[in-house]
């Protein structure tokens, strides 16, 4: 039957793996490290790109 508190558990649930989902700063300084290699990565890629169609 219905309480009443399907809001209350609803952001109680929100709450909880918001929680555990959380990174430790090594997890966030390797992530950060990550994104920044993908987007070198990235921008090489785009470089290549570009010149390989000059040369097609």
């Given at each position: 039957m219905y309480t009443g508190?399907?809001?209350?558990?609803?952001?109680?649930?929100v709450e909880r793996v918001e929680t555990s989902s959380r990174l430790d700063a090594e997890q966030e300084?390797?992530?950060?490290y990550c994104y920044a290699v993908a987007q070198n990565e990235m921008a090489a890629l785009s470089s290549l790109n570009s010149d390989i169609a000059e040369v097609a």
């Open positions: 508190t399907m809001i209350d558990d609803l952001i109680a649930a300084s390797k992530l950060a």
